[in-house]
């Protein structure tokens, strides 16, 4: 039986150091210019062995854009556990999520495109996506409103709205972002404020 779970998880690394692989092979070409052919290259795999982990370059994308969104999930819950006020830790935390799933395709030359294809062919992933990571800052909320650091009581929404109010505000930061150094800034002082709208007077 460990044998047996040792070949999974064998498997499953594998298959998430093609997606890495295939995510920056998507962000050099966009994702019409890239061929499977290019990715199981960049891989170090067969062509055909890239079909037995996918059925096609839609099925691929739409996994390298759950992988990292996934990954970048991850890496925002370890960020949570570090120190700071919560305002802090959430918008170092969404800070940590962008760097991982948003400004590698920003930054690569076909950004717009894969952002389109993100949109059309992996909609209902991201939404998923989206859910968790705000679903983890509401957590994080409701901890810190339950151990008294932040009072909530003048809200008049719960928790997971207002971090939902967030995230989709930081949606349209990025719509007219000019530079990621900018609209990260602009993150930053967007957590900032919205923390500010919450009755700073801890609960006693």
Known sequence: MKQAKSNKSQKD??????????????????????????IAQ???????????MVENKEDL????????????IDKAISTLSESGSIAERIAASILAFEKIFY??????????ELMDMSSSIAADLMKKGQNRLEGVFS????????????????MPMKPLAFIHLLIA?????????????GLRCQISELVGIFFKSIDGAPHK
């Open 169 to 181: 505000s930081i949606g349209g930061l990025k719509k007219q972002a000019t530079s990621i150094e």
């Open 139 to 154: 957590q994080a909320l409701e901890e810190a409103i339950s151990t008294g650091e932040v009072g909530f009581s003048n």
């Open 103 to 112: 400004e590698p395709v920003v930054e690569s030359s076909h950004g717009a």
């Open 13 to 38: 690394e594998k298959r998430e150091a093609v997606f890495a692989v295939a995510g920056d092979v998507f962000a050099r070409y966009g994702f019409r210019r890239t061929a499977m052919n290019d």
């Open 42 to 52: 960049a891989a170090g795999i067969s062509r055909p062995a890239l079909y037995l």
């Open 61 to 72: 994308f739409s996994e390298v854009v759950t992988f990292r969104f996934n990954k970048g």
